[in-house]
């Protein structure tokens, strides 16, 4: 388990870098236009993505009172996109570095003051990395219609993992 869940959160990195590489070229009307879906914008996406990366690292770390990175975010996009770019590298460094045990553990986080809930560790990764890949296809649709004719691949088949 502990060699997919490293193998997914490389490629979940990787992925995240090839967007990241076309996006930052893209001007701030083009971040910011209306196109639909679940943030309606490419930064408002790309925010997302990075939230809920920091949010599964935090929990994964046992922070009991997680924090938003991108709440009040003030800096360019690319600083932005550094910064996601960098939480990805964590999460991924965190599994190569956590012992089976570790990933069978299972970790408690709260939503809402009264809804309680228990994961398996290797589960959280799993739900990280799914959550990325989700709206990194919503960044593609959105690159689609904004008609950006170079969009990176960003398949698994075109991952080259570490050996």
């Known amino acids: 388990m502990k060699n997919m869940l490293a193998h997914y959160t490389a490629y979940n ?10 996006l930052i070229k893209l001007t701030d009307e083009q971040l910011d236009r209306e196109l639909g879906g679940g943030f309606s914008t490419l930064r408002n996406t790309v925010y997302h993505i990075w939230h809920m990366e920091s949010l599964w690292y935090q929990r ?4 009991e009172k997680t924090t938003d990175p991108t709440a009040g975010f003030s800096g360019s996009f690319a600083d932005a996109c550094a910064a ?3 939480q ?17 553990h299972t970790i408690a986080y709260t939503l809402k003051k009264s ?21 990194r296809g919503q960044l593609v649709y959105m690159l689609g219609i ?6 990176p691949a960003t398949e698994y088949s075109r991952f080259k993992p570490k050996k």
Do not use: M, P
């Open 13 to 22: 990195s990787w992925a995240n870098q090839q967007l990241a590489k076309g």
């Open 88 to 104: 990805s590298a964590l999460l991924e460094q965190w599994v190569e570095k956590a012992s089976q045990v570790r990933l069978n």
């Open 146 to 151: 904004l008609g950006v004719g170079k969009i």
């Open 84 to 86: 996601w770019l960098s």
């Open 115 to 135: 809804e309680h809930y228990k994961i398996a560790v290797q589960d959280a990764v799993i739900e990280v990395c799914s959550n990325s890949t989700f709206y």
């Open 60 to 63: 994964l770390q046992l922070t």
